[in-house]
């Protein structure tokens, strides 16, 4: 019979669609339309959303679940099934769909998957489950009788009586950053103006301790109980738990204090979840925006769960970085300081939680990190939760860790940011898998610094996928090596050349192509003067001299707006360039080589319309080696000129999405080839707020299927 692909993430505009229902005991009835974007608020008790829409007359009941088949690539896909708003619909004509997109790709590959059990393991190192491709929403299936478990329970519980617990330090790193402090500093903590009080108090009960024995001495850090579908799962710090720690004997104990040790038992812990690179030796140095985990425990000897036991606090992603009235709890040491005994009591604060950001120092990587500023969260205080206000209640936004594990001051205290990576994780935890690897690409708020980006074959040891070349605000510029989509499209970063002046203050504009005619691709840059350099084979080692194609004039210095290397000409290489000018102008040089800028025609003669191009790219979009042109127009409406050869008049012009106010704010345009076929039929785009996304296999009406490659800046 066979089966029709699914199309996820494949937008809301189709101007092909057929919607097919059949009612019990009647003929199938099909509907041929087009289909759109439907966005609503909450109405009459129905949430609402962004939903697929088409208009078919004679809607029933019975079209429920039917599918909304489109064209992707030639073939026909499923982007919809009826339902969503109002069950599909409230009014005859008019159908809806919910959106097939990430939530769906997962769903469909757990149901494809064969799910993999964790294994428990008492190190850190190994206690990590085997990789999968996508995670699942479902919880790890016990690898041990329960009884078996139970018993383990026993005599961990046994193990870990207060007395014992009592002789716990701090995780060594944070143990180490007490030793940095002048003795005189650890026993008289500074007064900054900024800094809260805080004071021991009996605690919180989704709030406690992991305890552990570790190089023959006790260890603890602090953790938060997070909701999840085995209500298993606690949040804390990754360097609790690194390479550097081999934990045996794991538990957490919610509540404990030094008056009411382990009011709610003792919670083995089977796993820990959290970046294999953060994990993998001298992580806490290098991956310092990583440093969060979820450990999942089993059940206490009586067989209760940790979260039926104490319940759990949500969390907080992406939800910034000011929050005024933050609480900060921890469970600091300091053994000469009779305030801060080694007993192990909770420490209470209530303070602003703001942005930190700092460059690299001292061998640790710097970036942008959650900061507050409570007296006295001296070691141990390692994983204590920021918990923001949400609703009538709070959600737990950060963990103590990141910049120099948490901080190496008494007073001040720092987070990893929690947003798509912490979501990453914790879905890997929820599965009972490691996690993926974090892509290379940087975060959001850097990518806002990036004024130009072009793909190509630049690196000799990649794939066959194009590598992406980025110029940034500060003249820096980098290779992002092409990979698959199994290691997030780009798996190694080089540095083709640090921040300098002349890139910073002159460099205007590049564009990449084989100008050479070798395998590697070349770069051509446009600078302030007017002048166009080539660089030629441009590589992970860097640029291998620079050829002057244009001299300085005033032409290409005040009217040229922007340019775009394709393949329009016969010699089937990528080495034309299409100029659009201030006038609305647009001219192609055809043959550009090491030896100038080819032959130059005009496309077209000034004009009002094309002074509204904003943005122009090309790529082969319809898979015949003829290269097409996209133009993003100021009102944000996105055109493919298809088959372009130089004639305007004889390319097909396809609409791939009408005016739009979200595609104003689309940036850079950059089409390549990031994916499995051999076609440069795929599109970068950097947007306003630091989100990087990918268009795979696009075609003459869609730029294909969209997927985010770095989310926007918080």
């Known amino acids: 019979m066979g089966a029709i692909p699914v199309a996820f993430n494949a937008g809301f505009d189709h101007g092909a669609a057929r919607i097919v229902s059949a009612a019990p005991g009647r003929n199938p009835a099909e509907c041929n339309t087009k289909t759109k974007k439907f966005t609503t608020e909450a109405v009459e008790g129905w949430a609402g959303g962004t939903f697929l829409q088409a208009d078919c007359g004679g809607k029933e009941p019975s079209t429920s679940g039917s599918p909304f088949i489109v064209q992707m690539n030639g073939r026909a896909a499923l982007a919809g099934l009826v339902g969503g708003w109002k069950a599909g619909g409230d009014e005859p004509g008019a159908v809806y769909s919910s959106y097939l997109g990430d939530d769906a790709k997962r769903l469909y590959e757990k149901a494809s998957t064969p799910e993999t059990p964790a294994t428990p393991s008492p190190s850190a190192t190994a206690s990590v489950p085997k990789p999968s491709a996508e995670p699942s929403k479902e919880p790890a299936k016990p690898s041990?009788?329960?009884?078996?478990?139970?018993?383990?329970?026993?005599?961990?519980?046994?193990?870990?009586?207060?007395?014992?617990?009592?002789q716990a330090k701090p995780v060594a790193e944070q143990?180490?950053?007490?030793?940095?402090?002048?003795?005189?500093?650890?026993?008289?903590?500074?007064?900054?103006?900024?800094?809260?009080?805080s004071k021991e108090f009996e605690g919180i009960k989704e709030v406690g301790t992991f305890y552990w024995a570790a190089d023959d001495q006790y260890r603890f850090c602090a953790g938060t109980v997070v909701p999840s579908p085995g209500k298993n799962l606690v949040a804390t710090a990754a360097h609790c738990f690194d390479d550097s720690d081999k934990a045996q004997k794991l538990v957490f104990v919610p509540k404990h204090s030094e008056k009411v040790p382990r009011p709610y038992g003792v919670f083995p812990v089977d796993n820990f979840y959290m970046d294999p690179s953060y994990a993998a030796n001298n992580g806490d140095h290098t991956q310092t925006d990583l440093d969060f985990a979820f450990l999942q425990t089993a059940p206490r000897a009586d067989g209760v769960k940790v979260e039926d036991a104490v319940g759990a606090i949500p969390l907080a992603l992406n939800a910034g970085l000011d929050h005024p009235d933050t609480q900060v709890i921890g469970y600091p040491y300091l053994p000469d300081d009779d305030k801060y005994k080694p007993n192990q009591n909770p420490l209470n604060c209530i303070t602003p939680m703001k942005k930190f950001t700092t460059g690299n120092a001292d061998g640790w990587t710097g970036g942008t990190f959650a900061e507050v500023n409570c007296k006295g969260y001296v070691s141990g205080t390692s994983g204590g939760p920021f918990l923001i206000k949400q609703g009538n209640g709070r959600a737990l936004a950060g963990v103590t860790g990141g910049w120099k594990t948490g901080g190496h001051s008494p007073d001040t205290s720092y987070s990893s940011y929690f947003g798509d990576e912490v979501q990453r994780i914790y879905d890997a935890a929820v599965a009972g898998r490691m996690p993926d690897p974090r892509s290379v690409l940087p975060p959001g708020e850097t990518w806002k610094h990036a004024?130009?980006?072009?793909?190509?074959?630049?690196?000799?040891?990649?794939?066959?996928?194009?590598?992406m070349f980025v110029m940034w605000t500060d003249g820096?510029?980098?290779?992002?090596?092409?990979?698959?989509?199994?290691?997030?499209?780009?798996?190694?970063?080089?540095?083709?050349?640090?921040?300098?002046?002349?890139?910073?203050?002159?460099?205007?504009?590049?564009?990449?192509?084989?100008f050479t005619g070798d395998e590697r691709s070349d770069i051509i840059v446009r600078w302030t003067d007017g002048e166009v350099s080539l660089f030629p084979s441009v590589d992970e080692n860097g640029f291998h001299g620079e050829i002057q194609i244009q001299a300085p004039n005033d032409d290409w210095r005040n009217y040229a707006r922007q340019f775009t290397a394709g393949r329009f000409s016969p010699n089937g290489r990528q080495d034309d360039l299409v100029v659009s000018w201030k006038d609305g102008e647009v001219s192609l040089y055809t043959d550009v080589s090491e030896g100038g800028m080819g032959t130059e025609s005009q496309v077209l003669a000034p004009n009002d319309t094309w002074k509204y191009a904003a943005e122009i790219g090309s790529g082969d979009y319809t898979g015949n080696d003829n290269w097409d042109l996209i133009i993003r127009w100021s009102d944000g409406e996105l055109t493919n000129y298809q088959d372009f050869n130089g004639n305007l008049g004889s390319s097909k012009e396809n609409t791939l999405n009408g005016p739009d106010d979200t595609w104003k704010h689309a940036i850079i345009v950059s089409g390549g080839d990031y994916s499995e076929n051999a076609y440069a039929d795929d599109t970068i785009v950097r947007w306003s707020d630091g989100e990087l996304t990918l268009y795979s296999d696009g075609n003459e009406s869609t730029l294909g299927q969209e997927k985010r490659l770095v989310a926007a800046a918080p």
Do not use: C, H
């Open 144 to 166: 041990k009788p329960a009884e078996v478990r139970l018993s383990e329970a026993a005599e961990l519980d046994a193990f870990w009586s207060p007395e014992r617990m009592g």
């Open 175 to 197: 143990e180490a950053r007490e030793a940095q402090l002048p003795a005189e500093a650890r026993k008289k903590f500074s007064a900054l103006a900024q800094t809260s009080p």
């Open 451 to 467: 004024k130009g980006i072009s793909s190509g074959y630049f690196t000799a040891d990649g794939t066959e996928r194009m590598d």
């Open 476 to 514: 820096e510029v980098s290779l992002y090596r092409g990979a698959s989509s199994e290691k997030k499209n780009f798996d190694k970063e080089f540095r083709v050349m640090g921040a300098n002046a002349t890139w910073r203050d002159y460099a205007v504009e590049i564009t990449a192509g084989n």
